[in-house]
């Protein structure tokens, strides 16, 4: 990328209303975006075939906010930060799911040599360090597979509690194998 400072000067200029200056400005930043784009596409699995459409729509979501910048700071990290959300809503609008192919991990997630699996952390005594209602969630989406919508029914909560409530039962679970582990 050019020098983030000259990007930054650009901007400031054509805040002020200097034409030229956002002209220079848009065609630094695209070239610049288009190798943003097309790494976050690599790195969800995707081809560059929608890269353009992505770059467009972060260069007008800029100029539609480009008042909300602040002068004081860089350029190059707030208009990363809208491109990773124009990103992720693209990706979320062509249905992306994000998944880890477990049979391709089984060595990895396999005992250590000469430990067998039941020994070592208890997943039981963990989840009864739990409030009820996390422990509940977290045993019907986790071990029981019922989805959060489900769960939210059974539960009279929305999805959305449901999904808090098992993130943060899955931090307290994670502090917890910490602590045995250590």
């Not at 070239?31 to 699995?45: E, I, N, Q, T």
């Not at 480009?66 to 992720?88: C, F, G, N």
């Not at 039981?124 to 045993?139: D, S």
């Amino acid at each position: 990328m050019s020098d983030p400072n000259e990007l930054s000067a650009l901007m400031r200029q054509a805040r002020r209303g200097d034409d030229e200056a956002y002209r220079r400005l848009l065609l630094r930043l695209a070239a610049w975006l288009r190798g943003v784009v097309r790494r976050g596409l690599a790195a969800a699995g995707r081809g560059p075939a929608d890269l353009e459409d992505i770059v467009q729509e972060t260069l007008l979501a800029m100029h539609l906010k480009r008042d909300t910048w602040d002068e004081s700071q860089p350029l190059e990290p707030w208009v990363r930060a809208i491109a990773r959300y124009k990103l992720v809503d693209h990706l979320r609008r062509r249905g992306f799911h994000d998944h880890l192919d477990l049979d391709a991990l089984g060595d990895s997630l396999a005992a250590p040599a000469g430990q067998d699996a039941g020994d070592g952390l208890d997943a039981r005594r963990m989840l009864g360090g739990l409030p009820a209602r996390q422990r509940r969630i977290v045993e019907e989406i986790t071990i029981e597979g019922r989805r959060s919508a489900e769960v939210a029914t059974r539960l009279g909560m929305s999805e959305g509690a449901v999904r808090v409530t098992l993130h943060r039962a899955l931090k307290t679970l994670a502090a917890l194998y910490r602590k045995d582990v250590a």
